[in-house]
C-alpha cells in the first residue's frame, strides 16, 4: 500500500487502536485461566527510526507478554507483535510504503516437575545461542538492529512447535549448570509457522567471576538437513555496570561472531543521576560465507560490521536508542543512523487476592 506520510497518520492511529485493543481484550480472556496467583501483564511499545543514503524509515511496535500460573506447577506464558514498516518509496514520486504484521511470537506451556527440571510444550522460542530467547525483546536489546547471525541455528522462524525440556541441572555456591532440549515438528501455518528440527544448549555460570559458557547445537530436519553450532561467552563483573557478551554461529552455508560491549556509566554520580544513566555501547561483528547455496538472512558475500551507539536509561522504564553502523564487504559498503525510543511496562492482570 502506498500513502504519503501525512495520509499515514490517521490510519496509523486508527489501525494501532483497534489492534491495540484486540490484544488488551485477548489478553483478558487469557486471564480467566487464573486459578491460585495473579497473571502478570508486561511487555513493550517503541518507535524507531532508520536513515540511510535511501531515506528515513519508521517503525512502531508493540510487544505484550503475559505470564499466567494455573496454580503451583503449571504456567501458561506468550508474546505478541505488532509491527507498522514505514519506508520511503524513492524516485520522483515520493511518499512512503508501509505494512503492518499482527502475531504471536510464542505462546507455550510450562509444567514446572521439579525445582531442575521443567517442560515446556507449545510454540516456543528456539533455544540456540543467546539472542534469540534473552535479547531479542525490542525493551532489552542495547540496539536497534540484531546481530547479523542471529538467524543461524533458529530454523528460520525463530520458535520450535512442539515440546522441549530445560532447567538448572547442578547447582552449586561456585557455578550452575543450565541445559535446553528440544524437538519440533514442521508447521506451514501462519501464526505457529516452524521447521522440524531437534536440537539444544547447556550453559555453565561460574558465580564469583560472573562469566557464562555456553555451548549449542541444532538440526534441521527437512529439506537439506543441516548441522548448526554454536559457542557464547559473557562476562558481567561484580560491583560494575559493565557488560561483555560475545556469540559465535557456524552452519552449513555460512558462519560469524559478534562481540558487544555496553558501560552505564553509574561511576559518576550513581545509576538515578543525570550522568550515571547514559550507556556507551559498541558492537563488533563479522561474517563469513561457506558457500552461496542457500539464502540464510546472512550477507551473501564476507561482511564486517561495527554498531557504535549512546543510550539513555530514563525513569520509569524508558530508554532513548542511538546508533551509527558501518558495513563492510565487497560488494561496498553502508552507513545507517538508528534512533529510538522503548518503554518497558509491568503490572498484575488484576489486584492480588488476599488469602481467606
Not at 155 to 182: D, E, I, K
Not at 309 to 335: C, E, K, V
Amino acid at each position: 500500500m502506498r500513502l504519503s506520510l501525512r495520509k499515514l497518520s490517521t490510519s496509523l492511529r486508527l489501525r494501532w487502536t483497534r489492534c491495540l485493543g484486540l490484544a488488551a481484550v485477548g489478553l483478558g480472556f487469557a486471564c480467566l485461566c487464573h486459578a491460585q496467583e495473579t497473571p502478570l501483564i508486561s511487555g513493550g511499545y517503541g518507535l524507531f527510526t532508520n536513515s540511510s543514503k535511501n531515506g528515513t524509515s519508521y517503525l512502531p511496535i508493540a510487544e505484550p507478554l503475559i505470564a499466567a500460573p494455573l496454580g503451583e506447577h503449571i504456567l501458561v506464558e506468550s508474546r505478541a507483535a505488532l509491527v507498522e514498516s514505514i519506508s520511503p518509496r524513492g524516485g520522483s514520486q515520493g511518499g512512503y510504503d508501509h505494512s503492518f504484521f499482527a502475531g504471536l511470537t510464542y505462546l507455550q506451556g510450562d509444567f514446572l516437575a521439579t525445582p531442575h527440571l521443567t517442560v515446556v510444550a507449545g510454540s516456543f522460542l528456539t533455544p540456540f545461542g543467546t539472542y534469540n530467547e534473552r535479547l531479542s525483546p525490542a525493551w532489552i536489546n542495547n540496539l536497534q538492529d540484531g546481530p547479523l547471525i542471529a538467524s543461524l541455528g533458529i530454523m528460520g522462524t525463530g520458535t520450535g512447535l512442539g515440546a522441549q525440556v530445560r532447567g538448572s541441572g547442578l547447582n552449586t555456591p561456585r557455578y550452575n549448570l543450565t541445559y535446553a532440549a528440544y524437538y519440533s515438528t514442521r508447521s506451514g501455518k501462519q501464526q505457529f509457522n516452524a521447521d522440524r528440527s531437534f536440537g539444544g544448549q547447556a550453559s555453565l555460570y561460574f558465580k564469583p567471576p560472573r562469566v557464562e559458557v555456553g555451548l549449542s547445537y541444532g538440526r534441521l530436519l527437512q529439506g537439506t538437513h543441516e548441522n548448526f553450532y554454536g559457542l557464547h561467552v559473557w562476562y558481567e563483573p561484580a560491583g560494575t555496570a559493565f557488560r561483555l557478551r560475545s556469540e559465535f554461529a557456524r552452519g552449513h552455508h555460512a558462519q560469524g561472531y559478534w562481540v558487544e560491549a555496553d558501560y552505564r556509566t553509574a561511576h559518576f554520580g550513581g545509576l538515578d543521576s543525570w550522568e550515571g544513566r547514559f550507556e556507551p555501547v559498541l558492537r563488533m561483528q563479522q561474517t563469513w560465507r561457506r558457500d552461496t547455496l542457500f539464502r540464510d538472512g546472512l550477507p551473501l558475500v564476507n561482511a564486517q560490521r561495527v554498531d557504535i551507539g549512546l543510550d539513555y536509561n530514563l525513569p520509569h522504564n524508558t530508554r532513548i536508542l542511538t546508533s551509527y553502523a558501518r558495513q563492510f564487504s565487497a560488494t561496498g559498503g553502508s552507513r545507517t543512523w538508528e534512533t529510538g525510543i522503548v518503554y518497558r511496562f509491568l503490572t498484575p492482570a488484576w489486584k492480588g487476592r488476599k488469602d481467606q
